[in-house]
Each structure stands twice: as structure tokens, then as C-alpha cells.
Nanobody, 126 residues
Framework: QVQLVESGGGLVQAGGSLRLSCAAS????????MGWFRQAPGREREFVAG????????YYADSAKGRFTISRDNAKNTVYLQMISLKPEDTAVYYC???????????????????WGQGTQVTVSS
């Protein structure tokens, strides 16, 4: 079992940066591929980025490529999402998610993630 708690969201102007953190509890964290998703009002939850259990492999949605970086520190049981050059269309609730052991870092389907945080709001003003 893995419990996830996100932090780091907030209000930022377009072009600004934020770093989201996801603190995990549970021994399964270090063997789990992790991901970040987001959901804007009136829209479906969408994949943003994924990372393998070791952190060596990452995968990004086209909207995140070149601006967002996912990373993890297994010693601290934490996953990060560094976001730069933020745009108003990045405004959403951002969720950290974890897969069961053996899952793929490139899995973009929210239904394949077993663990979810409560979300953190990111608002980008124009």
C-alpha cells in the first residue's frame, strides 16, 4: 500500500515556474513507477509525465515536453514535477499517482494507476 501527498501548487504568472512534490509512504514506493496527471475544470484527467521505479526512464505528454521535468528521490520517498514556462492552459489540479510493482513508466491510462494523492491546485494567470 502506498499513500501519496502532493504539495507545491499555487498561483503563478504566465512564464513562471513551480515545483510540485509528492511524498509517499509505504515500502512499495521504491519499486513503483510513478506519474503526474492533471485535471482542469470540465475536462478529463490527463497524463502529464511518468517515471520508472529507478528514475532512469521518463515519459512526457506532448504538452509537457521541454517545459516539465519529472524526477524522484527514492531515499526520500518523493517524486517531483518541475514546471517552467507555465501557461494559463496549465491551470489544473495536479495529481500524483503510483502503479503497482511492475507497471510501466510510459503508462498514460489513469485506470492503470492504483494509488492517488488528493491533488494540488496550480493556477497560471495571464
Amino acid at each position: 500500500q502506498v499513500q501519496l501527498v502532493e504539495s507545491g501548487g499555487g498561483l503563478v504568472q504566465a512564464g513562471g515556474s513551480l515545483r510540485l512534490s509528492c511524498a509517499a509512504s509505504g515500502r512499495a514506493f521504491s519499486s513503483s513507477a510513478m506519474g503526474w496527471f492533471r485535471q482542469a475544470p470540465g475536462r478529463e484527467r490527463e497524463f502529464v509525465a511518468g517515471i520508472s521505479w529507478s528514475g532512469a526512464l521518463t515519459y512526457y505528454a506532448d504538452s509537457a515536453k521541454g517545459r516539465f521535468t519529472i524526477s524522484r528521490d527514492n531515499a526520500k520517498n518523493t517524486v517531483y514535477l518541475q514546471m517552467i514556462s507555465l501557461k494559463p492552459e496549465d491551470t489544473a489540479v495536479y495529481y500524483c499517482a503510483g502503479q503497482l510493482s511492475g507497471g510501466s513508466y510510459s503508462n498514460t491510462d489513469a485506470g492503470n494507476y492504483a494509488y492517488w494523492g488528493q491533488g494540488t491546485q496550480v493556477t497560471v494567470s495571464s
